[in-house]
């Protein structure tokens, strides 16, 4: 996995709230045994005027120029800012390989879904909460302002805005070394083989059925 | 101290090692596998030279993509055909202990598949590459969906590195009204405490209205537990839990069994056990629910009125009702009981189970689909659920009405198979998301049981299920 440590980037603003899944990445990509090359795709059924099918090559397809990520001025964003319940729906870890392979490296939304708050850090995906007033006010900046960026430092956990401000956000302490090392989760938990060795045995002798 | 919930018990349980700051390790039971969520896990795996900790812990099958008509002609898609192939070399290849591969007689969606073979217990820890395995939380297990690197790490590990939810009580007292089914009570949670309502929480559902709930319609009601935002939804087992399990192909047996019994007997919540949050719900207050929108919060009870957007004060919901409305082509104030249907869809692992067809066959019994209705799809959840409804003779209730009877899968559930809805098609259907695009693309869907399902394919539009027999 690669690592996470600092983003200074454009920001693309998405308003609206419980942004699915399936919007992020539309199922039929989820044919691929691949997770890489979903970039293209990335909000799919927003971005193009067509239908998307995997494999299909997006430079000439019909953009949706109603939908903000197709405009000039945010071509190029690193950070997504999203409104609550951002990710929710399915389990498909496409959307944050979609999300990533796009040129995300932070989703900041003042909430996620579990599952999809989870499959991020797995892929060098920082999701930032930021009480929903101030990604509001970001929000309004955002718009009011373009080529607005934000810098996103992982080692201070600070969001840091134009004008300087530096805002503090909360990241687990295990989730934020892996991401800032770039660690993969297996084999640190291999490290403790040994222990879950030693648990599987005395479950297994209080619930043999379990094993069956 | 205080007692213990059901979802402390569980958790604590499988507690393989803690930090300080509360990430766990945690030992799972049961890994249930399909072939979408799994391809780029297993090919992790073979990049770095793992074996699969635990083959027979592993419970697998194709359901996503696999057709539900014409089995025989196999899968022509091809990209899909790639990943049901890819799934059967990765089972060959690393082990499991139940794998129903396509066209297997007892081939089915994962979620019916996993209960119904004994392989889901209580006091177990279940995990799969997808949203819905809250289901299986009806058994008083600890049951969510992981990510597809989630599933290498449970692959390689055993183990799942998760921090503890918060617990959450969701209690419904009372008996259900007549025509109130699981589904509704699952479809009237959400509406009350909406689609993020449960987030980074474990639900437990309680109550004498959860008690009476058969145990299809506790999966029916964890299933959704998803769409309400929770981690995992649970019910408590009792002795319709057991009196389901005994004598499946891999529940326990023998000495085993009463043990296992005795030990399901302690997983409950104490009685002076402390949730973070509390939920009340009177059952006599659930109608038979409709959604009208395309997230599974905007439902309403089956007389209600397609919502007013300039009667809402909140501008972020206003837009969000005022997009739904757009996306759905609905007009405000229309009777829910007016709006017409081109298809139906009864199946998916919200309500695909035996108990479901029956309900939806008693609907169907001696009547035929309106004409004005394309095409009524009836898929059962799997290759057993589909002979036990044979062998009461549910198929010939559903093709007499002019439905189809399908081979098991997920088929219009999210439509990666041929099983869709054209653009602008407007959907009756029992399963659990009505997300834009959802059952294909421009596809308009709208939630419902089984018995509303099947009475509105008879109508040609939706119907108050209470009123159904008295209608002319
Ligand atoms: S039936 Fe639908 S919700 Fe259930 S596992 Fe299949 S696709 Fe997912």
Redesign the interface.
Known sequence: MKAFKRIKGLVFPLD???V?T??II???F??????SGFGPYLFD?LRYKD?GE??MDCTNRPLNMDFPLNWPRFQGAQVLLA???FG??????HA?WAIENYGFGVVIAP?F???FF??CF??GLLPVVLPAPTVDRLFKECLATEGYTLEVDLERQTVTTPSGEAIPFEV???RKHCLMMGLD??AL??Q??D??RA??TK?KSA?????? | MAGQTLYDKLWRSHVVREDADGTTLLYIDRHLIHEVTTPQAFEGLRLSGRRAWRANSVVATADHNTPTSDWDQGIKEEVARLQVEQLDANIKEFGALVYFPFRHANQGIIHVIGPENGTTLPGMTVVCGDSHTSTHGAFGALAHGIGTSEVEHVLATQTLVAKKSKAMLIKVDGPLGKGVTAKDVALAIIGKIGTAGGTGCAVEFAGSAIESLSMEGRMTLCNMAIEAGARAGIVAPDDKTAAYLKGLTHAPKGADWDKAVAYWKTLKSDADARFDSVVEIKAAEIEPQVTWGTSPEQVLAVGGRVPDPSQEADPQKRASITRSLAYMGLTAGTPLVDIKLDKVFIGSCTNSRIEDLRAAAVVARGQKKASSIKRVLVVPGSGQVKRQAEAEGLDKVFLDAGFEWREPGCSMCLAMNADRLEPGERCASTSNRNFEGRQGPGGRTHLVSPAMAAAAAIAGHFVDIRSFGERS
């Open positions: 609206r709230a419980n699915d399936d919007a539309p199922k039929q989820l044919k691929s045994i691949k997770r059924e239908h995997p494999g409104r609550d319940n929710c729906g399915s389990s498909r870890e944050p909430s879904a579990d599952i989870n499959n797995q892929n687990n302490p295990h989760d297996i938990t291999l403790h083989a222990e879950i648990f599987e479950h619930q043999p059925w379990l094993f069956a």
